[in-house]
DNA sequence: AACAGTTGCGCG
DNA sequence: AAAGCGCGCAACTGTT
């Protein structure tokens, strides 16, 4: 266990497997790299931290690698939730440790600069405590929890895997993804026209504004400011009542064509332009930020630099360093295969047999086409009622009823207030006063019926809530097995010391196969030419990996689509 | 001028 | 409010 110490230092305690201290050092932090790659290399122990993006940050830039750790943060967030454990007394009580994840840079953790905050207002401290006392005790209270929780072992995984998970993020970040910004700015150029000067709109853009305008007969009219181009809009005759691209589709207008080809291009200018490449990618690497955890679901957030929401169109930028291959993999279908695992849907997971799920589902004769297989199998996980969706969902129920009763247990524990839970024990946070408070109005005898109409909504609204979350949370376990699976499988494999360094991807990585990107269910490693094969077998093996952890011998399959290639362009 | 809230759209 | 889950971000609007 790491924490720093009253003078400034830094404390690295032994543990013995009750948590009982067996050893002490204390160190110099400019003196933690050397030590911790000594243990490291010596017995790979678990580090217990406060946080890993504020120990591992350090770390990395000075090379050393850790292959486990217990981040407490996180894993007081899920234990203080979750169902597994009944009394969380404890938990709920150091509230000091509901906190934002440490900062990303390279930088030493420091307690002193965290603040106490004296308000009784339940404002949280902006890091957790990161001094070694206090890491002791919360993890005293962790302990504890897990042992006297209804399934420590599955607890176990779950906090293994997310810490494992935190610590794929930091590495993923550090490293970056090896980005083509020429081919970028050909993509912006070729989209937009050439780089505005700093004031203007792309030239491409303008063209197109001018033309929306033309065909309106409105020279004055925005088209970047929603409620100003919806008057405009409707004084050219057009009856809308957005300006959402779905809407716009369905309308006949001159104005339209241009308009939606316009909101495009601002889409790209905006949020993946110029300004963007400034400001996110460095020596040909993209450096996003990861938030592992950062979903309620257990799903990662990222914070800056949008590394979710990458657009597909961008792809081609992604690019391997000279002499290097990208392995891009990503799952079919996840989330209903993780749901079929879940369930013990025997049906279902036969239907996912092959590699698309969608396809199985049509070979069973319940639905016509792959696209009502994908429509029916969407509303089943996301709740729709009506439509064409939730018009296939009841034909899914007739042949899947096994996972069918899965999702719609959860959702009928939602719709009464309820918390329900992932495969390892990820809980839901119940709803608040205000839900609570609707309900209540809405079952006296006074209720009138627009009140009961809002309260069965917002019940509704709840039950596809965790509906959802038993399914989206799963599923995100799998991967957080996968990755963590994945990183040892990679750091384990022999250095290329004659490949060609990648550049900027840091000494921690320089001559060996590393993931560079993840997204809810897909993973792109960076390897050296000659380790690719190699890297996408360890990509595959660790996804049956993931598979037995989590479901043992289920008979479910998670079949990856695995590329290798310079780029990451798919299709 | 700074802030919160809304809209729209990118991703799974 | 698209028929239905989970996000982040930029730009704009309206308030302070």
């Known amino acids: ?40 290399s010596a017995a790979h122990p678990r580090w217990v931290w406060s946080d890993a993006p504020s120990w591992y940050s350090p770390l ?33 009580e150091a509230a000091r440790w509901d906190a934002a994840p440490g900062a990303v840079e390279p930088k030493a953790p420091d307690s002193s600069a965290l603040f106490e905050i004296e308000d009784d ?55 970056g993804v090896p980005w083509d910004e020429e081919e970028h700015g050909r993509i912006l150029t070729e989209t937009l026209g050439r780089r505005p000067s700093p004031g203007q709109k792309p030239v491409k853009m303008v063209e197109l504004a001018d033309a929306v305008r033309d065909a309106l007969g409105d020279p004055d009219a925005s088209l970047d400011s929603p409620p100003k181009l919806l008057r405009s809009l409707r004084r050219a005759g057009i009856s809308v009542d957005s300006t959402s691209r779905w809407e716009l589709e369905d309308q006949q207008h001159p104005a339209i064509e241009p308009l939606l ?4 291009l601002a889409r790209l200018y905006s949020a993946n332009g110029w300004a963007w490449l400034d400001e996110w990618v460095r020596d040909g690497r993209y450096h996003p930020v990861y938030v592992p955890g950062g979903v309620v679901t257990g799903r990662w957030a990222s914070s800056g630099g949008g590394a979710l929401q990458l657009p597909r169109a961008l792809r081609p930028a992604l690019r391997a360093d000279p002499g290097w291959m990208l392995v891009s993999a990503d799952v079919a279908q996840l989330e209903p295969r993780v749901l079929a695992a879940m369930a013990g849907d025997t049906a279902m ?45 009841p034909q899914l129920r007739r042949i899947f009823p096994s996972a069918m009763a899965v999702v719609d247990r959860a959702a009928a524990t939602g719709e009464q207030g309820g918390v329900v839970s992932t495969w390892l024990g990820r809980s839901s946070q119940p709803p608040g006063d205000e839900w609570r408070g609707v309900q209540a109005r809405a079952s006296q005898p006074t209720a009138s019926s627009a009140e009961e109409r809002r309260a069965r909504s917002s019940a509704r609204s709840q039950g596809r809530f965790t509906r959802n979350f038993v399914v989206q949370g799963t599923a995100a376990e799998w991967a957080l097995a996968w990755i963590a699976d994945l990183r040892l499988r990679l750091a384990r494999m022999e250095p290329a010391r004659d490949a060609r360094p990648a550049r900027a991807s840091g000494h921690a ?19 050296p030419a000659e380790q690719a094969e190699d890297a996408a077998e360890a990509v595959r093996a660790s996804a049956v990996a993931a598979g037995r952890l989590l479901f043992g011998d289920a008979p479910v399959d998670f079949p990856l689509d695995v590329q290798i290639a310079e780029r990451a362009v798919k299709e």
């Open 1 to 40: 266990m790491l924490g720093n110490t009253a003078d400034k230092r830094v404390a690295a305690v032994t543990l013995n497997g009750l948590g009982d201290p067996i050893d002490r050092v204390d160190l110099d932090a400019e003196a933690l790299p050397e030590f911790v790659a000594a243990q490291e």
């Open 509 to 527: 990585f320089e001559h060996r196969p590393h993931l560079v990107f993840f997204l809810h269910d897909e993973v792109i490693v960076h390897a």
């Open 121 to 175: 207002t339940e404002r949280i401290a902006a890091e957790v405590p990161h001094d070694i006392d206090e890491a002791r005790r919360e993890f005293e209270r962790q302990r504890t929890a897990i042992a006297a929780s209804s399934d420590p072992g599955r607890l176990q995984l779950l906090l293994a895997a997310e810490s494992a998970g935190a610590l794929a993020g930091v590495e993923m970040g550090a490293a």
């Open 349 to 393: 997971a036969a239907a996912g047999r092959g590699t698309d799920l969608y396809s199985g589902i049509v070979e069973s004769g319940v639905v016509a086409t792959r696209q009502d297989a994908k429509l029916a199998v969407l509303g089943a996980l996301y709740g729709s009622t009506t439509g064409d969706s939730g018009r296939l969902v």
């Open 261 to 264: 080809k316009y909101k495009r």
């Open 60 to 92: 990395l830039a000075a090379g050393v690698t850790v292959d486990r750790c217990h981040d407490l943060r996180l894993c007081h967030a899920i234990l203080r939730h979750t169902e597994l454990v009944t009394d969380r007394t404890a938990l709920v």
